[in-house]
Nanobody, 116 residues
Framework: QVQLIESGGGLVQPGGSLRLSCAASGSIFMLNRMGWFRQAPGKERESVAGISWIGGNTYYTDSVKGRFTISRDNAKNTVYLQMNSLEPEDTAVYYC?????????WGQGTQVTVSS
């Protein structure tokens, strides 16, 4: 079984920063990509950022480009999301995703609230 343990969410004022972490453990085969999704109340889950495990290619949704940075530590099977210049519109539950050709895995979610 694969487990994804997320941490780093919380309450922050607009313009502030947070760093999310997601550590993967268990029997991981053919790890292809890890990333972050988010879901705000009343909205569909959306992809925020992703990183390929081999090569480290990254992608970001347009609304976070220039503000969020995704990175990985291959030795620790951990992915990070550095979030700067946070806006109220970033408020959501953030989910870690691990993709393999055989299966998608999801974390339990961590709440990020941006409010003054």
């Amino acid at each position: 079984q694969v487990q994804l343990i997320e941490s780093g969410g919380g309450l922050v004022q607009p313009g502030g920063s947070l760093r999310l972490s997601c550590a993967a453990s268990g029997s991981i085969f053919m790890l292809n990509r890890m990333g972050w999704f988010r879901q705000a109340p009343g909205k569909e889950r959306e992809s925020v950022a992703g990183i390929s495990w081999i090569g480290g290619n990254t992608y970001y949704t347009d609304s976070v480009k220039g503000r969020f940075t995704i990175s990985r530590d291959n030795a620790k099977n951990t992915v990070y999301l550095q979030m700067n210049s946070l806006e109220p519109e970033d408020t959501a539950v953030y989910y870690c995703n691990l993709y393999t050709p055989l299966k998608d895995y999801w974390g339990q979610g961590t709440q990020v609230t941006v409010s003054s």
